[in-house]
């Protein structure tokens, strides 16, 4: 498939997934809206189609609470099959709440870099729109880290928490298999899994993990979703590293947009400060040359060697020598992340020679378009601008042999998920050389 046949199959799943007011992630297995996957379907659809990039970030914006938070799903359109309901999540009628129903969690903070993205296209062509944008947008970014870095960060340590693995982007990572075991199952509510109408039981969460997502819900639910509460109460409080690395790119962006709106950045340059410092302090680990997950209940890193480790580059809180031993001693390394032996495709989310590696289930091993993008943005920011390009290239072979599935088994590309997934679209978009 060449480069023009592959960018048109991509924006017709864009076309397939779009409802008009948003994208969906997936036609039937992820029918509303979701947080990181709509900004990064905005980056992607930046150069092709700028209003309706905006209209995916408006809508996203549109589900903010009013305490600053903007959630991990939104169901602007109502119910669906897809569970869990709005209802399960007890979020109507909350003072501090969203307009219509959401989910109770957040997730990786992608948007003001997608914001960024739109700005820097539009201001090529229509500077005073670009900055009518900004002045819509950016005030609601603010808050959203704001909240991010206060309510979910009592301490000011730097470092904003998580509160459930689904806030990580990346639920059953290995990465939360101590945590998750730690917590008693003595207040799983009553559920039904819907997300096995659609994909394979191999592919997805297994039964224990999904029921602490369900506990963990009702857990928060029952403490009416109160930031403060939650985060004192919460049986799982991690410092995500992926997440932190991710807020701390959004809010270089962040700032670099309130300049251009004439106004100070000096609250957001401390974020910035207190993260660099807290992940050289807290999260690095000179003995495995990766940084870490810091587990708050826990009181210890959680050293797992997963994708989210190397994919911290995105965030540039790394030195130049830790980049390079993150780069020579993992990413290179053909028992963790190579491609050779016995994997064709690269990168797979967890080590291979992670006892937790599973190639084929979800967060667990297979490869994802989205962490490959990360990774190579960061690989490229640190000067390795050929890996960067291998990265890209082997992701763009991927997607023309297998399609653009959720993701892949990256020892033959089997497609794995839901298929005709939105970011994998729209990251090919963002990937190929423009048209
Ligand atoms: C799901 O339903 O699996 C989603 O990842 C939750 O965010």
Do not use: C
């Not at 990766?290 to 480790?309: Q, V």
Request: zero cysteines.
């Amino acid at each position: 498939m060449n480069d023009a046949t592959l960018r048109q199959a991509a924006i017709e799943v864009l076309r397939g997934n779009d409802t008009g007011a948003f994208i969906k992630p997936a036609f039937d297995q992820y029918p509303h809206q979701w947080n990181w996957d709509a900004a990064l379907v905005a980056i992607g659809l930046a150069a092709v189609d700028l209003p309706r990039a905006k209209q995916e970030v408006r809508t996203l914006i549109s589900g903010q609470w009013r305490d600053g938070m903007i959630p991990h799903i939104l169901y602007p359109s109502g119910a669906s099959e897809y569970f869990p309901s709005p209802e399960f999540w007890g979020t109507a009628g909350l003072a501090h709440g969203p307009d219509f129903p959401t989910s109770g969690l957040t997730q990786p903070p992608v948007l003001a870099t997608a914001i960024r993205t739109l700005y820097m296209r539009e201001l090529e062509v229509d500077g005073a729109s670009a900055r009518a944008f900004l002045e819509e947008t950016v005030p609601a970014v603010a808050a959203w880290h704001r909240w991010l870095l206060t309510s979910r960060d009592p301490t000011g340590s730097g470092l904003a928490s998580i509160v459930h693995p689904w806030e990580s982007g990346m639920d059953n990572s290995s990465r939360w298999a101590a945590a998750l075991e730690r917590i008693p199952l003595d207040r799983v509510p009553a559920f039904e899994r819907r997300d096995l109408r659609h994909v394979g039981e191999d592919e997805r969460p297994v039964e224990s993990d999904y029921r602490h997502f369900m506990q963990l819900i009702a857990i928060y639910r029952d403490l009416g979703w109160d930031a403060a509460a939650t985060v004192s109460r919460a049986p799982f409080v991690v410092q995500d590293v992926f997440f932190n690395a991710v807020l701390v790119r959004a809010n270089h962006d962040l700032a670099y947009l309130v300049r251009e709106l004439g106004q100070s950045a000096h609250e957001i340059d401390g974020w910035l400060e207190r993260a660099g410092r807290a992940f050289q302090e807290r999260l690095w680990s000179e003995d495995d040359g990766l940084f870490y997950d810091f587990d708050a209940r826990a009181g210890a890193p959680i050293r797992e060697n997963t994708s989210a480790s190397l994919a911290v580059l995105y965030g540039g809180v790394a030195d130049a020598r830790q980049a390079r031993r993150i780069v020579h001693e993992h990413l290179l390394n053909p028992d963790e992340y190579a491609v050779g032996a016995g994997a064709r495709y690269g990168v797979p989310t967890t080590a291979r020679n992670n006892p937790r590696h599973e190639p084929r289930r979800y967060w667990r091993g297979p490869v994802w378009i989205n962490m490959n993008w990360f990774l190579a943005r960061g690989l490229r920011d640190y000067g390795f601008g050929d890996l960067a390009d291998a990265v890209v290239r082997d992701t763009l072979d991927l997607i023309r042999t297998a399609g653009f599935s959720e993701y892949f088994d990256g020892r033959d590309g089997t497609p794995l998920g839901a298929q005709r997934f939105s970011w994998s679209a729209a990251l090919t978009l963002e990937a190929l050389p423009e048209a």
